[in-house]
């Protein structure tokens, strides 16, 4: 079956970065684009981008232009998430997650879900 | 962006009741809106995806329509279960949003 296997909880400094890994198994692995959700505590969810396992081509919302790098390793398979400068508000839970699609259309949706990495950033 | 707005933020309501949330679009989107439940510290599961197909292995109970820009998710008999936050989304555009969530709590 498929799973989205995530890296374990982090505690950084402000300024600092962290690296969250989401491991795919039950596919093949260059078929399905990863998507990373966040969610800070109380909140909603939150977009923040996509890779393409396949080619490695990425896009990411720009309110983490600069910050935000998605890579994947495809002897592995599996994708990372690297968030940089981080600061008290980057505190979530990430999630990687896998887009599916309805056969010949564009109709997209996230069915199978990482367990979620929380990173949490205090001084 | 594709701003989603939803409504109500929180309702509550007992077993056996019909609720409805519904989610706005900021431009029309077609058919590329999903719904999804979470409940506290796990992550979100598919409930409705493209506006009205039912994932596999969620009650019937659970529905979606709407086109353009105006959608709605019915839950036509409230289970037990059914206690958790609600997110609609949008997929037409990258980025993907999502609605900011409908709690929907025990009365």
């Known amino acids: 079956q498929v799973q989205l296997v995530q890296s374990g909880a982090e505690v950084k400094r402000p300024g600092a970065s962290v690296k969250v890994s989401c491991k795919a198994s039950?596919?093949?692995?260059?078929?399905?684009?990863i998507h990373w959700v966040r969610q800070a505590p109380g909140q909603g969810l939150e977009w923040m981008g996509i890779?393409?396992?396949?080619?490695?081509?990425?896009s990411h919302t720009q309110k983490f232009q600069g910050r935000v790098t998605l890579t994947r390793d495809t002897s592995t398979n599996t994708v990372y998430m690297e968030l940089t400068s981080l600061r008290s508000e980057d505190t979530a839970v990430y999630y990687c997650?896998?887009?599916?699609?309805?056969?010949?259309?564009?109709?997209?949706?996230?069915?199978?879900w990482g367990q979620g990495t929380l990173v949490t950033v205090s001084s | 962006d594709i701003q989603m707005t939803q409504s109500p933020s929180s309702l509550s309501a007992s077993v056996g009741d019909s609720v409805t949330i519904t989610c706005r679009a900021g431009q029309s989107i077609p058919y590329n809106l999903n719904w999804y439940q979470q409940k506290p510290g796990k992550a979100p599961k598919l409930l409705i995806y493209a506006v009205s197909s039912l994932q596999s292995g969620v009650p019937s109970r659970f529905s979606g329509s709407g086109s353009g820009t105006d959608f709605t998710l019915t839950i036509s008999s409230l289970q037990p279960e059914d206690f958790a936050t609600y997110y609609c989304?949008?997929?037409?555009?990258?980025?993907?949003?999502f609605g900011q969530g409908t709690k929907v709590e025990i009365k």
């Open positions: 890779i393409n396992p396949s080619g490695g081509g990425t």
């Open positions: 989304q949008q997929t037409y555009n990258i980025p993907w949003t």
């Open positions: 039950g596919y093949t692995f260059t078929d399905y684009y």
């Open positions: 997650t896998r887009a599916d699609a309805v056969p010949s259309s564009r109709a997209e949706y996230f069915q199978h």
